[in-house]
């Protein structure tokens, strides 16, 4: 029997994930714009034979431009791109279902995965915050169980685009005269109670059928969301425990919703900061904090808790009297993530700060190849996850780092391939998933 082996997926952020790296003297302030910076981090994964890679997106100025980039390239367009400068990586790009439409964000999804030649992915979002509300004609935020309640009705009605071709309605026969079978196109006529899509898509079923379904919201909502439509879930945990009971959760839930446990792959977050020494990753990691700017971390904490502005001391803890998960509207399991790291390590608010700074809640772990190995081992082997999305607090240096002495060591162990061989697989191929079936294939509509 082959053994197990891990998925990796890249998460690539403009100059890395520490909310410093910008600053530091090998950054590009300007890498967020710069389609070569983008080139360059793909083929750095691609030589690490990743799964794939992932750009987070929301239609909103993320935060204020004052103290570090903001602002990024629209994800399908950068992808598109990076399609043509890669051979195998997948290329996973956040979408929300919020502020899109099923058929506009089916067509463009589609259109990626003929491009990329099957290796397309969505990171499915229902997009957390007013900021990104009022930009849509809406005054407020819409309640999260509301978001959810689209999100699932927009996913059956790509779904239905995606499948209103079958796979071989091309019949190109010259000869005959005959291009394709009209038998073979399935418009959705889909009325419900957000959507109303009559027509077939536009563009003909794509290599993967549709792309992989990545969801990324931990909530009660968002697991139930997952376990119905995901195949992969990218998640922030803290600690091996907290993972383990969030990928047993899941996977239990995912059998419950009728489908198979290995049919949804969990990777959790690790910001990765590696020195030859542990003493070396450490000072890597004191380089960054000192250069985080203290008011900036304030203000975008008060933010995410929900608290007005000027609550929070510096050097002092985060008020006892905080609200619970179930009154927070926007992000519910980031907030409860944050809140419980705070108390459960007595961290000041700096101190928190300086925590967040590297990866925003995800797991942080500076010390040698070795070290970051084991610990990806150790929670692969022990039930806590099935791969792991790399969060590089400093790029490219940071995933050049992890591709050049942490990925030899985890295919030295056997946990990772050596190469992606021959011939090219579809990203879904790469995760291990089975191409879904066409639902008009499947069960024929009766005539
Ligand atoms: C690795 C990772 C990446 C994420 N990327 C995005 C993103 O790009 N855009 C977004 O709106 N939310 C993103 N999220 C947030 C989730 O989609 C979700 O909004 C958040 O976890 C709160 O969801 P919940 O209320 O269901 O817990 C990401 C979450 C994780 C763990």
Do not use: C
Not at 290 to 304: A, K, Q, S, Y
């Amino acid at each position: 029997m082959t053994r197990r082996q891990l998925h990796l997926n890249a998460f690539l952020m403009n100059t890395g994930h520490h909310e410093a790296s910008w600053r530091l003297p090998e950054s590009d302030p300007y890498a967020s714009v710069d389609l070569a910076h983008y080139v360059r981090l793909a083929r750095i994964a691609e030589r690490g034979t990743f799964d794939s890679l992932f750009l987070a997106d929301g239609p909103q100025l993320w935060s204020s431009v004052g103290q570090r980039p903001a602002g990024a390239l629209e994800p399908i367009t950068l992808l598109t791109a990076l399609a043509t400068a890669t051979e195998h990586i997948g290329l996973i790009a956040t979408a929300s279902t919020s502020y899109n439409s099923p058929y506009n964000l089916a067509r463009k999804f589609a259109t990626l995965d003929h491009i990329s030649g099957g290796r397309a992915g969505w990171n499915i979002v229902t997009t957390a915050g007013a900021e990104a509300a009022r930009n849509f004609g809406l005054d407020a935020e819409p309640a999260h169980a509301e978001r959810y309640a689209r999100a699932a009705e927009f996913l059956d009605v790509a779904l239905k685009l995606w499948d209103s071709w079958e796979d071989d309605t091309i019949v190109a026969d010259k000869a005959a005269g005959v291009w394709g079978d009209d038998a073979k196109i399935h418009p959705p006529r889909h009325r419900g109670r957000y959507f109303s899509v009559e027509g077939a898509l536009n563009v003909p079923r794509s290599p993967q059928g549709y792309p992989l379904l990545v969801q990324a919201g931990s909530s009660e909502d968002g697991k139930r969301f997952a376990a119905r439509y995901a195949e992969a879930v990218f998640t922030a945990q803290q600690t091996v425990e907290d993972a383990r009971a969030f990928y047993t959760d899941l996977k239990s839930r995912t059998v419950a919703a009728g489908r198979d446990a290995d049919h949804i792959k969990v990777l959790p977050g690790i910001v990765p900061v590696i020195g030859s020494t542990e003493a070396e990753a450490r000072a890597h990691e004191r380089v960054l904090e000192e250069h985080i700017v203290h008011t900036h971390g304030v203000n975008h904490l008060e933010r995410l808790l929900h608290l007005d502005p000027g609550t929070l001391e510096l050097d002092g803890p985060l008020p006892a009297d905080l609200p619970p998960e179930s009154a927070i509207e926007g992000a519910k399991s980031r907030y409860t993530l944050i809140v419980e790291l705070a108390r459960r390590e007595r961290l000041t608010v700096r101190q928190l700060i300086g925590r967040l700074g590297g990866g925003r809640g995800h797991l942080t772990f500076a010390g040698t190849p070795e070290q970051v190995a084991d610990t990806i081992q150790l929670w692969f082997e022990s039930g806590a996850a099935d791969g792991f999305n790399i969060m590089p607090a400093l790029l490219p240096s940071g995933l050049e780092a992890f591709v050049d002495h942490v990925v030899p060591i985890l295919r030295a162990r056997g946990l990772l391939r050596t190469e992606y061989g021959s011939p090219r697989r579809t990203l879904r191929e790469r995760y291990g998933l089975p191409r879904p079936a066409n639902q008009h294939v499947i069960a024929p509509a009766l005539v």
